[in-house]
């Protein structure tokens, strides 16, 4: 498959994903049925995955939306918020939902965040881990599948905003 000139093989097919969904579901279920979390999915890349998670929770549970824009090039990864929360997070059980964590400065940034404006409990959901992420003291509680470093589209997930439309996730092939 091409996208803006590169590469892409099939990676992870729709079926995989959507059983994947469903178990994190099940055990997102388990781990909060005294509590009523709040899902927080982080826009744009986590969409498809945030409606599809959600759908299968059995859990009463709250859902906003916040999104944000690194600034590409800067070091030390500055965030700039473009859709903030709109309710408060104050005593809530918080989850955030995530496409993709790369470097985990978006999620390492949204917990400090989250953390000071009073949040019971901050944890989060991530599809897809990339390894080099392992290196950040950010844990998610939830993984749907842990993945290599290159760079992949669809299920959500773009490439210069295209592919999120892809009901499969397809990986660059280098140097395809
Ligand atoms: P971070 O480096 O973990 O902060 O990731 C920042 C954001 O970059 C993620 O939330 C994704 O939206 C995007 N991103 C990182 N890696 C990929 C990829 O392989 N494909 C598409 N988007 C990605
Ligand atoms: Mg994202």
Redesign the pocket.
Known sequence: MKLNGLTFKKYLTASHLKNRVKKLAEKIDLDYQKKTPLLLP?L???FIFAADLIKQLKVPCKVSFVKHA?YEGTAG?Q?KTIIGLNESVFGQDVLIV????????????VSEELKNLGAKSVEFVVL?Q?EK?KK?PIKPKYIGFEITN????GYG???NGLGRNFPDVYQ?VPNG
């Open positions: 982080v744009n890349g986590s690194s990864g965030l995530e496409d993709i964590m790369d470097t985990g400065e978006t999620l390492k940034r897809l990339k992420s950040n290159e760079f992949v589209v997930l773009d490439h660059v």
